[in-house]
């Protein structure tokens, strides 16, 4: 086995790296603490982030990348790079029908061409995968996903009911209190954290990943696509996608911005000019269109250059990666902008004077005193720009301007079902999943920015 | 009032200065003229006399940025960058690759764009108010919290949820209107139905939202509480003081509503098959036209830019404040 670590990998680690690292410092900042326990502190809030997090696992799950070992040869890997979620997935992965068929189908969506008693016919074929476990499907069927059901639930609510269990003897252990006592406190809401909430989410999410682990050993419990691909696997590939550009876009600019930021509002004068007139032209030109612009330019790059770019997964990944930066670049001036204005308020704060007065060098000054004091900036603009990179996302690759064809993601996916609603019979699961999947992750990402933005915003607390 | 405005023209014109130096370094520089030629005349095996007189065509012979070999001002004014802009502040876009005047399609599918742009704008925009003020008149009820909830909810979806929901109940299910496609316009309308139906409710969520967290922090001000005290009723304490108090974040939401427009026009004409100005870039995209794209990204610039400086004549106008800044 050899590790391979794309680009958007690294990004993805360093990303979490980063995160790690700052929510330490805020446990150790008892001013920030206090904001940041404000942001956790609501029901929705969290119940939003739990979400977000198992968002968060899948889509880690899938940057660990590696090209498995040829078996009997040594130093002999697979050409294929694959990562740890399709190892997960590798039934559904591997499953592959002939075309459409619906969500927990034994049979084939529409009549193909077969042989029957040496006759050519037209008929509903068995799926080779999907409910081919059935001897006498018509009659063994509902019986079958009605079990696989029940246990799936049952499976999910053992799981969150020893979860619950957990908390319940951490709590009690935390505050000296008997079991009865603590699960009392906790059902009652009673713990000065939202914990009630957090546990109902992961009941919910247990359970439903509980039923959709039972019936995906042995359905497509989303369906399958046109080339009779897994839709629980093409929309679970997709969310690290999502993530990527919803995270990394506001990343990869940042340094830019917080440069700049940091600059314009220390140094005032020609400098806050000179920055504020650039972040106005950038901000002045379309955004659609100069992704357009760049997106086209781009390729005509990597056509000219092939010798940069070997392998199609490194051109899909640096058009991912570019496409990244250039999203960022249109949310980068909104950054800058609030930087600006925060640092306008800190110079006049007392440390920063004091500072001044000891004769500390601007560049210490900048770098020592300000920067760490803009930094939860950078967060909270993260949180809430990531809902809005998503859905253009999707809109762009929609328009052709978007990730490569060949990548998963939201965006391609429902590309390839535009179509699909005018077909008769109407195939319907290929843009309920894609829309679905992406509802409940822009959702949750907006009910998690709404709770910070209240925390960190002083004029929302009296709300 | 006269210097600030002036002051704001001034800038404009700066800022359309410096996003021309932008998209030229963009285009020009990261893909040099002769890989622009090798792309239209096609693939690698071009004879370099074709290439030439491709560029010369186009008048992209001459060097980027910095012509050594021209005298006195020529050192500046000879090189593909000034030419360019200097056409590009004319106005006059040049032609594309199959020779047609970019400007003149630019004349003819503007048309198509405002007829879809406008309507959305002055209905997104009032009824978006509309529901604000209603839903901060209903505050701390069911009504307001279950608003709020369908706004987020409204928020969340993509908008390609809309156009696909839209095309499939209304052209297919219901057969309203048609799926796709334009006339000029007597017949306009009911090509127009759909498409603006489906951007105003796009753009209901994040508007509606916005104007309520406005209306709510103005209710909390002092002014209020006196009109109040004065026994004005709830609607005029509304109507007449908070929402002419929320004029300036509004004009500001509204200016950056159509950028998003424009954006969204590209996204809706596509969708709908309505020959504006969005359908016009993505074909620009398609065929890999560089003149097409660069006349876009600057034609779109020049609409913000305008946008911004109207933006500014509106603050001027609601608030005295501004004008005697």
Same mark, same amino acid.
């Given at each position: 086995m050899k590790i391979v670590v794309l680009w958007t990998d690294w990004v993805v680690l360093l990303v979490l790296l980063g995160t790690l690292t700052y929510g330490w410092k805020v446990m150790r900042q008892p001013h920030l603490a206090v904001t940041w326990r404000k942001a956790f502190n609501t029901a929705t809030g969290t119940s939003a982030a739990t979400v977000l997090a198992v968002f968060l696992v899948i889509g880690l799950l899938d940057s660990l990348h590696y090209r498995p070992a040829i078996a009997g040869k040594a130093d002999a890997y697979a050409t294929e790079t694959r990562s740890v979620l399709d190892d997960i997935l590798h039934q559904q992965q591997t499953g592959r029908e002939r075309s459409y068929s619906a969500p927990?189908?034994?049979?084939?969506y529409e009549k193909e061409a077969t042989v029957i008693d040496g006759q050519a016919t037209r008929a509903y074929l068995r799926l080779q995968h999907g409910g081919a476990h059935l001897d006498q499907p018509e009659q063994q069927w509902a019986a079958d996903v009605l079990l696989r059901t029940v246990a799936g639930v049952g499976l999910g609510l053992l799981l969150a009911a020893a979860a619950t269990a957990l908390v319940v003897l951490l709590l009690a252990r935390k505050r000296r209190q008997g079991l009865g006592m603590a699960w009392r406190s906790l059902r009652r809401g009673q713990v000065g954290f939202p914990l009630r909430a957090v546990l109902l989410t992961l009941t919910v999410l247990a359970v439903l990943a509980g039923v959709m682990t039972m019936l995906a050993t042995a359905y497509h419990v989303l369906g399958t696509d046109r080339v009779g691909n897994d839709l629980l696997y093409v929309v679970l590939k997709s969310i690290r996608t999502a993530l990527v550009i919803g995270t990394m876009s506001t990343l990869v600019t940042m340094p830019i911005a917080v440069g700049l930021g940091i600059c314009a509002g220390y140094l005032r004068g020609w400098v806050d000019e000179a920055i504020q007139y650039v972040y106005t032209v950038i901000n002045s030109i379309p955004y659609v269109l100069l992704i357009a612009a760049v997106v086209l330019i781009l390729m005509v790059f990597i056509d000219n250059h092939p010798d940069l770019f070997p392998t199609s997964a490194e051109r899909t990944d640096a058009r991912l990666f570019f496409l990244c930066i250039i999203l960022g670049m249109t949310s980068w001036t909104e950054l800058c902008r609030l930087i600006r204005g925060e640092v306008i308020k800190l110079r006049e704060a007392e440390y920063i004077q004091a500072a001044q007065a000891f004769g500390v060098g601007t560049w210490r000054i900048l770098s020592v005193h300000l920067l760490p004091n803009v930094m939860h900036l950078i967060l909270i603009s993260m949180v809430i720009n990531f809902s809005g990179l998503v859905l253009a996302e999707a809109v762009l690759s929609y328009v052709g301007i978007g990730v490569d064809p060949s990548m998963q993601s939201f965006g391609t996916l429902i590309n390839t079902a535009r179509l699909e609603l005018s077909r008769e019979p109407t195939i319907w699961w290929t843009l309920a999943t894609a829309f679905t999947f992406m509802f409940s992750l822009v959702l949750s990402a907006n009910l998690f920015s709404d709770a910070i933005r209240d925390a960190f915003d002083p004029r929302a607390t009296h709300k | 009032m006269m210097t600030y405005l002036v002051r704001r023209t001034l800038y404009s014109i700066l800022v359309l200065a410096g996003i021309n130096l932008v998209t030229f370094f963009l285009f020009f520089s990261v893909n040099t003229p002769d890989d622009m030629a090798r792309l239209q005349l096609g693939g690698k095996r071009v004879a370099q006399e074709a290439v030439e007189r491709w560029k010369a065509e186009r008048g992209y012979? !001459?060097?980027?940025?910095?012509? $050594? !070999? $021209? $005298?006195g001002v020529g050192k500046l004014t000879q090189t593909v960058f000034f030419e360019s802009s200097a056409k590009l502040l004319r106005l006059d876009f040049g032609k594309t690759n199959e020779n047609r005047n970019i400007g003149w399609e630019l004349g003819n599918r503007i048309g198509p764009t405002l007829a879809l742009a406008i309507p959305i704008l002055l209905i997104s925009v009032t009824l978006s108010i509309i529901l604000g003020l209603g839903l901060v008149f209903y505050r701390h009820t069911v009504l307001d919290t279950w608003g709020v909830v369908v706004l987020v909810g409204l928020m969340s979806t993509s908008s390609l949820f809309f156009i696909i929901m839209g095309q499939y109940l209304f052209a297919k299910l219901m057969v309203i209107t048609p799926v796709s496609g334009f006339s000029p316009p007597p017949g306009m309308f009911k090509f127009l139905l759909l498409p603006v139906l489906v951007s105003v409710i796009a753009h209901l969520g994040p508007d509606t939202r916005l104007y309520r967290t406005l209306f709510l922090e103005e209710l909390g001000k002092d002014y209020v509480r006196t009109a109040r005290a004065k026994g004005v009723s709830e609607w005029a304490v509304l109507g007449r003081h908070v929402l002419r108090n929320s004029l300036i974040p509004i004009i500001t939401s509204i200016g950056l509503l159509l950028p998003a427009l424009l954006a969204g026009s590209i996204l809706l004409e596509t969708f709908f098959g309505i020959p504006g100005l969005g359908t016009f870039a993505v074909d620009g995209i398609t065929s890999q036209d560089f003149s097409i794209v660069r006349a876009m990204v600057f034609f779109g610039s020049f609409l913000y830019v305008i946008t911004y400086l109207l933006t500014d004549f509106a603050y001027a106008w609601s608030d005295p404040r501004v004008r005697l800044k």
């Open positions: 927990l189908a034994y049979q084939g | 012979d !001459q060097p980027l940025y910095f012509n $050594a !070999q $021209a $005298a």
